[in-house]
């Protein structure tokens, strides 16, 4: 049994800088030039946001599993992620992202499993593990 998976795309220019990007079965999103570059556009998901997403979502999904695997019970999941995107040397890269989850749980038990547990999606991350960018974790786990 093979373990590749393809995930297949598409992308149709619209008008101006913008496109609309799908994949069968899914719900069809607007795309752009972000706002900062000449020609861009506000309020539409630029590569640049899906880059720092797809790094985000996946650590979110990797602690999903891992988190059902260790009947983890926890109350919440929340994350906010910054991509940077800066000059090195000639080029515009996609330099860092900072990945903010904040985990609740009910005690503190949980609290050290769930610490553990994101640490161990952080490892794991496929997409992540993917990227040039450096990406870092910086967790909180609450006890409510």
């Known amino acids: 049994m093979s373990v590749a998976h393809t995930y297949t795309t598409a992308v149709e220019w619209t008008k101006e800088k913008r496109a609309a990007l799908s994949s069968k079965g899914l719900p069809t999103i607007e795309v752009a030039t972000p706002a900062n570059f000449a020609g861009g556009h506000e309020g539409i998901w630029?590569?640049?946001?899906?880059?720092?997403?797809?790094?985000?979502?996946?650590?979110?999904?990797?602690?999903?599993?891992?988190?059902?695997?260790?009947?983890?019970?926890?109350?919440?999941?929340?994350?906010?992620?910054?991509?940077?995107?800066?000059?090195?040397?000639k080029d515009l890269l996609m330099t860092r992202i900072t990945i903010r989850p904040t985990i609740t749980v009910s005690s503190?038990?949980?609290?050290?499993?769930?610490?553990?547990?994101?640490e161990r999606s952080e490892r794991y991350c496929l997409i992540s593990n993917s990227m040039k960018s450096e990406v870092t974790v910086e967790a909180t786990v609450v006890v409510k």
């Open 46 to 89: 630029s590569p640049e946001h899906l880059y720092t997403a797809s790094a985000e979502i996946c650590l979110l999904t990797t602690f999903l599993s891992f988190a059902e695997r260790a009947k983890l019970d926890f109350l919440s999941y929340r994350s906010e992620a910054d991509g940077v995107l800066d000059k090195v040397e």
């Open 108 to 118: 503190e038990e949980e609290r050290v499993e769930a610490l553990k547990l994101i």
